[in-house]
């Protein structure tokens, strides 16, 4: 997907977001004092901003090359660790 087919998506899915979290707080903030307005306004933008951050950095991680095998890990008869030979050790001693 390319940087514009993303931030499309990324605004479409936005959009859903900031309307429901509107919807649902500012009927409240029209009568609330200024200290509960704030407080509202603040996580309001909780919301919306840290979706948001999750979107976008969900975009970055897909367009991140996947990690190469090391020369030494790819090489054929390259040796492996054993699963749980470390902590079967630990337990003969503990033991």
Not at 4 to 17: K, P
Not at 57 to 77: E, F, I, N, S, T
């Amino acid at each position: 997907m390319d940087r514009a087919d993303l931030s499309s998506a990324i605004i479409q899915e936005m959009q859903g977001v900031v309307g429901a979290a509107l919807e649902a707080v500012v009927p409240e903030m029209l009568t609330a004092d200024l200290a509960t307005l704030e407080q509202q306004a603040q996580a309001v933008g909780r919301v919306i901003l840290g979706g948001l951050i999750e979107r976008v950095a969900r975009g970055h991680a897909q367009a991140l090359p996947r990690p190469v095998r090391g020369a030494r890990c790819a090489a054929p008869g390259a040796r492996r660790p054993v699963r749980g030979a470390r902590c079967a050790a630990r337990r003969v001693e503990a033991g």
